[in-house]
C-alpha cells in the first residue's frame, strides 16, 4: 500500500523547518548579545558625553563661582540643561548651591532605567579660582537623563533585531532555494520518472544535468546498476520458470506414455501415484483410489518385493536396488519383470518395473546351454563339475571313468568333421545304451567322455562293466561316408577313478580318472586303467623335475658334450656332434631323451636351444682359431622351428663369433619336415640359402620317407643307431642300411652311421661305402676341454689303422 505523503514529510519541509529553528535559536541569542552590548556602549558614550560636557563649561562654571555671578551660573545650567540627555544640572561654591537646574519628567519606575539611574553615579567636576589653580572654589555636578537614552538605545538595538531578522530570512530563503534547485527537484525529477520507469524494456534513469558526479548522479547509477540486476535476476527465474513448466509438461508426458511401470509407493507398498504402463505389466486390479499396493498382484514372492522397498528406504541417500521378480498370471501365465527402486526422502520409494521375461528366458536356456554339450546332449565339462560339485565323502560310492577315443583325430583329418560328429552321436548312443538311470555321461572334449556309474566301489565289478563298456565302443560303426556304406572302427582308452577312494572332490577325482586314463593311454589305447597312487607320483616327480629343469637352465647347468664324426673314407676327423648334458645335483646325469621332451612341454626349449648353438660356435669359433678345421652338428628341435630360432637369429650368432656357414651343421628329425610342411621348407631353405648344411637325424626310425629325402634340400642323412647296432647279427638290418646307403649316394646325399660300438660295425660299413661314422667305438661324447686330446687320440688310431681298404 502506497503510504500517503504530507507537505511535511518532505525534505524540503524538514529541512527548512530544522533551519528556522536553528536560525530562531541563533538569532534570539545574538539579539540578546548585541542589545547588551550596544547599552553598555551607548551607557559609556553617554558618560563620555556629559564629561565632554562639563569641559566646555568648565571654565565659564569657574568665573561664574569667583565672582559668584549667580546670572552666569543660571544660564550656564539653563545652558547644559538644554542637552536632551541632561535631566540635572547644579553649580555649587562651597556650601552654597549657585544655580540648579532640573528637568521636569515622570517619574522613573522601577526597571532597568532606575536601576541605572541609580547606580550610575552623577558626573562632577571641581572648579578651581582663574588665578590660582590649586584652589578650588566650588564644583559642577552633571545627572544624565538615563530614561532618554535607554530610549534611544532601545530603539536602536530594535533597529538591528530587524535587520538581522532580515537578513536571517533571506538566508533561509537562499537555503531553501539552493535545496529546491540542487536536491529537491532533481530527486523529484528522478523519483517521478522512476515511477514510470519500465525497466524491463531497458529503460533507465537520466542523470540530472550538472549531477555527473555529484551524489544524486552517484544514485541515479547505483539505482540504474541495481535495476539492472533486478532485471536480469528476474528474466533467469522467468526463463527457469518457463523451462520448469516444460519439463514438468514433459515428464509428465514421459510419465504417462512410459513403456516401463513407473511408481511411488510407501514402504507398505501402497501405492501413491503410478502410470498407466504398471498396471498393465503387474495385471494391478482395479479398486478405489489411494487403496491401492503394489502387492495386490500375484507376485510369487511378494515379502520379498517388501523387502526391497524397505531395505532402499532404510539405505537412504541413493540407495537405489534392484531384483527380478516373477509374476503369476491367473491364466497360468507367468512375467520376469525387473524392479528397481529408490527413496525419495519422504518416506517413499520411486519405482520402475520392467518387462525382462524374454531376457530371462534367454538367460535360463543359456544356463542350460553352458551345461550341455550341443552335439550329444550330454553335460559338458561345466555340467559335469556341476554335478559333482559338494560331494561329501559320505555320500554313495561312484566311479568316474574317462573314456578318449584312440585314433578319433585320424578319422576327422581323413573323413572331416561331419563325419568325426556323426561318430561321435554313434559313440554317445553307445554309451547311453550301457548307462543305468542313476548313471551320467557328459562330453568334456573333442573326444572325451566322462562317466559317472552310480554305485560303484568294487574294483573287480567296475573292471568288468568298463571292460564292457571298452568292448562295445571298440565294435565297427556302420555308417555313410562319401556316399558309401562304411565300418569304422575306433577302439577307446579308459581310466577309473573311485569315489571316495581316489578322491573326495570333483577336482582330485577328475585329476585321478585322467591319470588312468593317460596311463592307458601310454599302454597303446584300446584298454582300461585304474587310477593308482603310482601314478600321481609320477606326476609329481616329472612337476619337480620341471622345477628342476627351470633353474638348471637359469643357472647354467646344462653343460654341452662334443662327440666326434669321422670321415670313413678318408680315416679323418671331420666334425663333432653337440649334445647336452644335465648333471643333476641330486639325481646325477639326467639323460637328455628325458629333459629334451619335458623341455619341449614346458616352452623351454627355445631358451636352450639358442644357449645351446650360441655355445657351440663359441666352442668351434676357438678350435678353428686353434687351427681345428672342424665343424659342430646341433640337434634343432622340431618345437623351435620356425619362431624359436629364425634364421637371421642363427646368421646373427655366426657373425658374431666370424664363423663361415659351413662351420655349423643342423639336425633335425622326420617330425620338423611332418609338421607343417611349407613352413619347415622355407625355414630350411633359407638356412641352405645361407650356406648352412642340413642333417637329417634318427633316420629308419619314423616314416623314413624317401619323399622328405627329394623335397627337401638335405645334406646328410644319419642312420639311428638302433640299425647298427645288430648289424653284424641282423641281416635284414644290414639290408635296410646298405639300401638308405645306396639310395642317398643315388640323391648326392651324404651318410652318417651313428651309434657305431665296435670295429666290425666298422668293417660292415667300409664294406657298404658308408660316408661317416660316429660313435663309442671312436669316442663317447666328451666335454669341451677333453676334446682337443681326444681328436689327437683318434687321428692317431685312424693313422695306425691305415685308409679304408
Ligand atoms: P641324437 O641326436 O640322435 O644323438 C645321438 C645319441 O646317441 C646321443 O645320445 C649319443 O650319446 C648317443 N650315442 C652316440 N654314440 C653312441 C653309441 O655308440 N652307442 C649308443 N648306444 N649311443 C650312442 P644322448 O646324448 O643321450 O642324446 C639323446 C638325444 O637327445 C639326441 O639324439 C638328441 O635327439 C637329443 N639331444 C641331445 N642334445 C640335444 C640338444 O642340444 N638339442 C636337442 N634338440 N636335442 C638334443
Ligand atoms: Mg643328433
Ligand atoms: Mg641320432
Not at 8 to 18: C, D, P, Q, T, V
Not at 193 to 211: C, I, N, Q, T
Not at 431 to 450: S, Y
Request: glycine content about 8%; some cysteine.
Amino acid at each position: 500500500m502506497e503510504k500517503r505523503t504530507r507537505w511535511w514529510h518532505g525534505i524540503l519541509a524538514r529541512s527548512l523547518m530544522a533551519v528556522v529553528g536553528i536560525a530562531l535559536l541563533m538569532g534570539g541569542m545574538s539579539s540578546l548579545l548585541v542589545s547588551r552590548m550596544v547599552g553598555e556602549q551607548v551607557h559609556d558614550q553617554a558618560v563620555i558625553k556629559l564629561g565632554e560636557l562639563l569641559d566646555t563649561v568648565e571654565n565659564t562654571a569657574s568665573i561664574a563661582c569667583f565672582v559668584a555671578d549667580e546670572q552666569l551660573a543660571r544660564e550656564l545650567v539653563q545652558g547644559l540643561l538644554r542637552n536632551s540627555e541632561v535631566l540635572r544640572v547644579s553649580l555649587r561654591t562651597g556650601e552654597h548651591e549657585l544655580a540648579h537646574a532640573e528637568r521636569k519628567v515622570g517619574k522613573v519606575g522601577p526597571g532597568r532605567t532606575a536601576l541605572r539611574t541609580l547606580l550610575t553615579p552623577s558626573v562632577h567636576r571641581v572648579l578651581h579660582s582663574p588665578f590660582n589653580a590649586d584652589e578650588v572654589i566650588g564644583e559642577i555636578r552633571i545627572d544624565a537623563d538615563w530614561a532618554v537614552i535607554d530610549a534611544r538605545m532601545d530603539s536602536y538595538s530594535r533597529f538591528i533585531g530587524l535587520l538581522f531578522a532580515g537578513l536571517l530570512a533571506l538566508v533561509i530563503a537562499a537555503a531553501a532555494a539552493m535545496m529546491l534547485f540542487l536536491v529537491i527537484r532533481p530527486v523529484k525529477a528522478a523519483s517521478d520518472r522512476l515511477h514510470r520507469l519500465d525497466p524491463a524494456s531497458g529503460e533507465r534513469l537520466v542523470v540530472p544535468e550538472g549531477h555527473e558526479r555529484t551524489e544524486i548522479g552517484r544514485l541515479v547509477e547505483d539505482i540504474n546498476a541495481l535495476s539492472g540486476r533486478l532485471v536480469e535476476t528476474l528474466d533467469q527465474e522467468r526463463a527457469l520458470r518457463r523451462q520448469k513448466e516444460i519439463d514438468q509438461r514433459k515428464y509428465q508426458d514421459l510419465f504417462d506414455n512410459a513403456g516401463s511401470g513407473i511408481f511411488v509407493a510407501d514402504r507398505d507398498g501402497l501405492l501413491e501415484s503410478f502410470n498407466r504402463a504398471l498396471v498393465e505389466l503387474i495385471w494391478l486390479p482395479h479398486r478405489e483410489e489411494g487403496t491401492r499396493r503394489l502387492t495386490d498382484t500375484g507376485w510369487q514372492a511378494p515379502e520379498q518385493l517388501l523387502a526391497l522397498l524397505r531395505a532402499s528406504l532404510d539405505a537412504g541417500g541413493d540407495g537405489q536396488l534392484e531384483d527380478d521378480f516373477l509374476l503369476l498370471g491367473r491364466r497360468g501365465d507367468e512375467r520376469w519383470l525387473h524392479v528397481a527402486v529408490v527413496p525419495l526422502g519422504d518416506g517413499s520409494v520411486q519405482g520402475t518395473v520392467t518387462d525382462v521375461t524374454q531376457r530371462k528366458r534367454e538367460e535360463l536356456s543359456a544356463r542350460r546351454l553352458a551345461v550341455t554339450d550341443s552335439l550329444t546332449g550330454f553335460a559338458n565339462r561345466v555340467g559335469l563339475h556341476r554335478s559333482l560339485a559338494d560331494l561329501d565323502p559320505a555320500d554313495a560310492p561312484f566311479a568316474l571313468v574317462m573314456l578318449d577315443l584312440d585314433g578319433f583325430k585320424q578319422i576327422n583329418d581323413a573323413f572331416g568333421f561331419p563325419v568325426g560328429d556323426r561318430l561321435l552321436l554313434a559313440v554317445a548312443a553307445r554309451l547311453r545304451g550301457m548307462l543305468g538311470d542313476m548313471d551320467q555321461p557328459a562330453r568334456i572334449g573333442g573326444d572325451e567322455f566322462a562317466l559317472v556309474l552310480a554305485g560303484e566301489h568294487d574294483r573287480e565289478m567296475t573292471g568288468a562293466r568298463v571292460e564292457r563298456i571298452a568292448e562295445q565302443l571298440a565294435l565297427p560303426y556302420e555308417m555313410q561316408v562319401a556316399d558309401a556304406q562304411s565300418s569304422l572302427v575306433v577302439s577307446a582308452s579308459l581310466g577309473v577313478a573311485l569315489f571316495p577312494r581316489d578322491g573326495v572332490d570333483v577336482q582330485q577325482l577328475l585329476r585321478a580318472a585322467e591319470l588312468a586314463l593317460n596311463s592307458a593311454r601310454q599302454a597303446g589305447g584300446r584298454s582300461y586303467r585304474f587310477f593308482d597312487p603310482a601314478l600321481q607320483a609320477a606326476v609329481e616327480h616329472r612337476r619337480r623335475l620341471e622345477d628342476d629343469l627351470r633353474a638348471a637352465v637359469a643357472s647354467r647347468e646344462l653343460k654341452l658334450a662334443f662327440q666326434p664324426i669321422v670321415d670313413l673314407r678318408e680315416r679323418r676327423l671331420a666334425g663333432a656332434e653337440v649334445l647336452l648334458r644335465w648333471l643333476h645335483p641330486q639325481r646325477g646325469h639326467v639323460s637328455p631323451e628325458v629333459f629334451i621332451p619335458l623341455a619341449e612341454e614346458i616352452g623351454l626349449i627355445g631358451a636352450i636351444g639358442l644357449a645351446v648353438l650360441d655355445e657351440a660356435c663359441r666352442q668351434v669359433a676357438l678350435w678353428r682359431g686353434a687351427g681345428l678345421d672342424i665343424y659342430v652338428s646341433v640337434n634343432v628341435s622340431v618345437r623351435q622351428i620356425p619362431d624359436d630360432l629364425p634364421p637371421v637369429v642363427v646368421m646373427d650368432i655366426l657373425r658374431r663369433y666370424k664363423l663361415p656357414p659351413e662351420a655349423i651343421a643342423i639336425e633335425i628329425t622326420e617330425g620338423v619336415l611332418m609338421s607343417n610342411v611349407g613352413v619347415a621348407q622355407a625355414w630350411i631353405e633359407s638356412l641352405r640359402a645361407a650356406g648352412l648344411r642340413i642333417y637329417l637325424d634318427d633316420f629308419g626310425t619314423g616314416y623314413s620317407s624317401l619323399s622328405y629325402l627329394k623335397r627337401f634340400p638335405l645334406d646328410t642323412v644319419k642312420i639311428d643307431k638302433s640299425f647298427i647296432r645288430d648289424l653284424h647279427v641282423n641281416s635284414s638290418d644290414r639290408t635296410l642300411v646298405e639300401a638308405i646307403i645306396t639310395m642317398a649316394a643315388s640323391l648326392g646325399l651324404n651318410v652318417v652311421a651313428e651309434g657305431v660300438e665296435d670295429a666290425q660295425q666298422l668293417a660292415l660299413l667300409d664294406e657298404m661305402g658308408c660316408g661317416f661314422g660316429q660313435g663309442y667305438h671312436f669316442s663317447r661324447p666328451v666335454a669341451a676341454t677333453d676334446f682337443l686330446e681326444t681328436v689327437q687320440r683318434i687321428d692317431t688310431e685312424l693313422l695306425q689303422a691305415g685308409k679304408r681298404p
